[in-house]
């Protein structure tokens, strides 16, 4: 009896023992359970236990955590007009953020969207102070380090809203300006010289053209304008002075038969064009330098020319020429139609008879966005220079005495000759800037009402600086050359 009661009391202390201590167990598992839940971040977990003080202390965190990343949100989207490299000579809405960004930094420039010489001074001192390669070019280095400071940007961030709508319209509107080169080279030797003719956009080639012109047998060969003029009087018995894009079908038949070529060359000359544009000068460069001659023709798809080396570094060439040109051989561009710029080239009888005229015009749509003439003749070879390979098997076929000469190459001499022979007061090249100044801008419809309206001896009056009698011929011919570009 005494058993039994030692055992009912013993099992009524376990009883109210764990009467006890169950609650306190479940309240630790619950606490557990919501710490683990608000840990994990689980959307749907933190919903269920948002009730719960511990819940309430972790979504409060987050929230604050949030907020501390925005203003690296708006950093990024302060610089989001800004997409190009900018440098001396850049303009646009992008300049403008650029110039506002330095100012907040502490310059004091005019904040008018021109990379002028006292913008470059304050990002070379800025890229100095910062330890950043002191280049002048505001890159994604020189951005990163502009970017400015959490507080500064919360209270700009209205601004820039109201700015945005702006700066999406400037990216489709913004300018720029393309400029136009020309050079002789020896591309091909030796017995013809290369005209390569590029347009440039900053440091990119948007647009190219070469051709070669050697002489060629005239029953076969159509020859350059004023062939069968005095011009003519100068060539060997039975050949002309001719190009290989004009005689394409000539030409490419002869390497057909001579060297197995199965690719023309108008077919070549244009796999290089379409290489080269897009680039810049300098990749240009370092291709040419890693690369021989020898291999180089396998760089360029669908070029088979033993000589595309040549023809790429005569690009080059007049790619730095477009470069160094001055204002009269350039133009604004909207950066959009960069890629519907295209150029042509003609041959033609501006200023007969005694030479031809190369004129290349750049063109988008309708419209005449830069040019370039110059004119070929012989000339005395102890006064003037000839083209390219006139030492070599291209002058053993020139008359005795003479070299077959650009105008433009030798200006002195023949803007001395112009001044003893005719009283000229004005340069060669000085005229030709001033027409091809006069056609920048206007349309190929424009002109030739202009050309139909106004006599030739009356187109002189209508074109600022000129002086030159056949100035109605030249502007026909950059027409011709915009038409040809169409």
């Not at 159509?222 to 002309?240: A, F, H, R």
């Not at 077919?267 to 291709?287: D, M, Q």
């Amino acid at each position: 009896m005494t058993k039994k009661l030692s055992l009912l009391a013993l099992s009524l202390i376990v009883a109210l023992t764990l009467s006890v201590i169950a609650p306190v167990q479940s309240a630790i598992f619950k606490v557990d359970a919501v710490s683990a839940a608000t840990s994990s971040q689980n959307t749907s977990t933190q919903k269920q236990t948002t009730k719960t003080p511990a819940t309430t202390t972790k979504s409060t965190k987050t929230q604050t955590a949030v907020k501390k990343s925005t203003p690296t949100v708006t950093k990024t989207s302060s610089t989001s007009g800004i997409k190009r490299l900018l440098a001396l000579g850049s303009y646009g809405q992008d300049v403008k953020l650029l110039q506002t960004m330095l100012n907040q930094r502490g310059y004091k420039l005019k904040v008018d969207g021109i990379f002028g010489p006292k913008t470059l001074a304050a990002v070379k001192d800025f890229q100095k102070k910062n330890g950043l390669k002191v280049d002048g070019i505001v890159g994604p280095k020189t951005l990163a380090k502009l970017m400015p400071a959490p507080a500064k940007t919360a209270a700009a961030k209205p601004a820039q809203t109201t700015k945005q709508p702006t700066q999406q319209q400037v990216s489709q509107s913004e300018k720029v300006v393309v400029k136009i080169g020309k050079v002789d080279y020896s591309a091909h030797p030796s017995k013809s010289f290369t005209v390569a003719i590029a347009a440039v956009a900053g440091d990119k080639i948007v647009a190219a053209y070469i051709d070669d012109y050697q002489f060629m047998p005239k029953d076969v060969a159509t020859g350059v304008p004023n062939s069968d003029g005095d011009l003519g009087k100068n060539y060997p018995e039975g050949y002309v002075l001719a190009s290989k894009l004009t005689n394409a079908a000539y030409y490419s038949n002869n390497m057909k038969e001579k060297a197995g070529s199965t690719v023309p060359i108008d077919k070549n000359f244009a796999a290089i064009v379409n290489y080269v544009k897009g680039k810049t000068i300098s990749e240009l460069e370092a291709k040419l330098a890693q690369t021989t001659p020898e291999n180089m023709v396998d760089a360029v798809t669908g070029a088979t020319l033993a000589d595309t080396h040549g023809y790429v570094s005569a690009i080059v060439a007049a790619a730095k020429a477009a470069k160094n040109a001055d204002a009269s051989y350039s133009f604004q561009v909207d950066v959009k139609d960069l890629s519907n710029i295209k150029i042509g080239k003609v041959d033609y009888s501006a200023h007969p008879s005694k030479c031809f005229t190369l004129a290349a015009a750049v063109v988008v749509g309708n419209k005449i966005v830069a040019a370039y003439i110059d004119d070929y003749q012989f000339m005395p070879k102890d006064v003037a220079t000839g083209v390219p390979n006139s030492d070599g098997d291209l002058g053993k076929n020139y008359p005795e005495g003479y070299v077959l000469a650009s105008k433009l190459t030798n200006a002195a001499y023949y803007s001395n000759n112009m001044k003893e022979k005719a009283g000229s007061t004005v340069p060669i090249d000085k005229n030709f800037a001033a027409i091809v100044n006069y056609v920048k801008g206007k349309t190929i419809s424009e002109l030739e009402a202009k050309l139909a309206q106004t006599t030739p001896e009356n187109m002189v009056d209508a074109v600022t600086g000129a002086t030159l009698a056949d100035t109605h011929g030249y502007i026909s011919a950059i027409v011709a050359a915009a038409k040809a570009a169409k």
